[in-house]
């Protein structure tokens, strides 16, 4: 029994994909900007960004007055030489305490200003890890963009091809049911032709699983998706070191790193403020009312009072603090050191696969279209009887697989491209794609 025809298979991908995906094109930005407005991953950090903010008006409060007012109501039981002398004995006493206080501090060890310059770190920090997360999941939109693209043209590509063997099959049936063909090249076609058939089953699987693949990333469905134009060479540096050189000054997340020592540093001086006395002003005035079943007293107190309070011996423990805080700057440190380790064999890996993937695309277009016109001539040589049908299956195999290789490589050298850009801070620039408004750094 035979498969369905070309036709027909191109009848029923289209209507796939029509049902499969929005009726509108999607460019590479377009995809891009809603991956940054829906990818967990980006929101994520989108939300430790905003959370981290609300942690500089607690410290800047710091400057802020305190007001406390306290109210209280119950009973008491006085028995004292007072309660026996006014009222013979022991007395029951309803009490009412009210009190209004207001605490101002002046010093505190440079506490609160250190606690500010730590958020101030801690919000640019995730600020800049934000842009580098948007910056990668923005890479990976890119690549599932592009897999999609490349595995449509695959299945084009693997639809072509079967339409050949069948072609092929067509003309060797017709000639053995005459008679002049031989049942070997029967079967043979037969076999090719059941290859080309599992090659186009298994590309349309592949696409479907960079469909499923690109709804992950980007949140939708794929649409009619438009080849970009590449990034132009002169934006990718010349060599690996000029590549690190500016990946090192542009990187978002080196910037998050010297931020977190920045915060470490802060904190450190925060903890040091123990070994400073603080001076608070306070303002208060209180109001306490005893009533009782003969009369009631009241007591007004008011006052205004700068004190000084030093703490002369905790155990050890603001010791123990400032020294905790010191090895939580090493340890920032290092973790920079590790980043910066991390971005040079990022670059190093992306621009050696951006130098392979550009150095072979000739020689791969060079086999394509030799493979191209060997099939021709060996198509005529078989018309004329010159060539065996083993020949003419061979260099069309042969020319399949250079197209397909030849196509894999344009994609490959693309996305290369797109990966170097991304490593060296310049990827959004390139696509016309802004970060969002939460990776802008606060003015101070």
């Known amino acids: ?61 710091g400057y802020m007055p ?126 090719r032709l059941a290859l080309a058939r599992s090659n186009l089953t298994a590309a349309e699987g592949n696409l479907e699983v960079a469909a499923i693949n690109y709804r992950m990333i980007v949140g939708s469905k794929p649409g009619a998706l438009v080849k970009p134009d590449p990034p132009s060479e002169k934006l990718i540096p010349p060599t690996p070191d000029a590549a690190i050189k500016e990946a090192l000054g542009n990187s978002r997340i080196l910037k998050s790193g010297k931020a977190d020592i920045e915060a470490a540093k802060a904190q450190s001086q925060s903890a040091r403020s123990v070994m400073f006395p603080r001076v608070d002003l306070e303002l208060s005035t209180s109001k306490n009312n005893l009533l009782t079943a003969i009369d009631i007293s009241s007591d007004s107190n008011r006052s205004a009072t700068v004190k000084l309070r030093y703490t002369l011996f905790k155990g050890f423990a603001d010791v123990s603090h400032i020294s905790e805080t010191r090895y939580l700057i090493q340890e920032a440190e290092e973790i920079m050191h590790r980043t910066e380790r991390q971005i040079e064999q990022s670059i190093r890996l992306s621009w ?6 550009r150095e072979r695309l000739p020689f791969l277009i060079k086999h394509s279209e030799s493979a191209q016109l060997t099939r021709d001539a060996y198509s005529k040589q078989f018309g004329l009887g010159q060539r065996t049908l083993l020949d003419l299956l061979d260099t069309e195999n042969e020319a399949f697989t250079a197209s397909s290789n030849y196509l894999n490589g344009q994609y490959v050298e693309l996305f290369s491209r797109y990966r170097v850009l991304t490593d060296i801070g310049l990827m959004f620039e390139t696509i016309n794609v802004p970060h969002r408004d939460e990776t802008k750094l606060l003015d101070r």
Do not use: W
């Not at 029951?92 to 009210?98: K, N, P, S, V």
């Not at 999609?148 to 003309?171: G, I, K, M, P, W």
């Not at 050696?352 to 993937?357: K, L, P, Q, R, T």
């Open 1 to 61: 029994m035979r498969a369905p025809s070309l036709a027909g298979r191109n009848i029923a991908l289209a209507l796939t994909l029509c049902l499969a995906a929005p009726a509108y094109g999607e460019s590479l930005q377009e995809a891009v900007v809603q991956t940054l407005n829906s990818n967990p991953d980006v929101l994520i950090d989108v939300a430790r960004r905003l959370s981290t903010g609300e942690g500089l008006p607690q410290a800047q409060s």
């Open 66 to 191: 305190r007001i406390d007012v306290v109210y209280g109501r119950g009973r008491s039981r006085s028995d004292n030489s007072s309660t026996l002398a006014t009222y013979g004995g022991p007395v029951g006493q309803l009490r009412y305490d009210r009190s209004l206080t207001l605490t101002q501090m002046l010093f505190d060890g440079f506490a609160t200003a250190n606690d500010v310059e730590r958020n101030y770190a801690r919000i640019t920090s995730a600020s800049h890890k934000l842009a580098a997360t948007s910056e990668q999941i923005g890479l990976r939109a890119i690549e599932a963009y592009l897999e999609v693209l490349r595995n449509q043209e695959v299945v084009a590509l693997t639809q072509d091809n079967l339409s050949v063997h069948e072609r092929t099959f067509d003309q060797i049936k017709l000639r053995a049911a005459s008679g002049v063909g031989r049942k070997a090249d029967l079967d043979q076609i037969e076999a």
């Open 352 to 357: 050696n696969a951006y130098s392979s993937a």
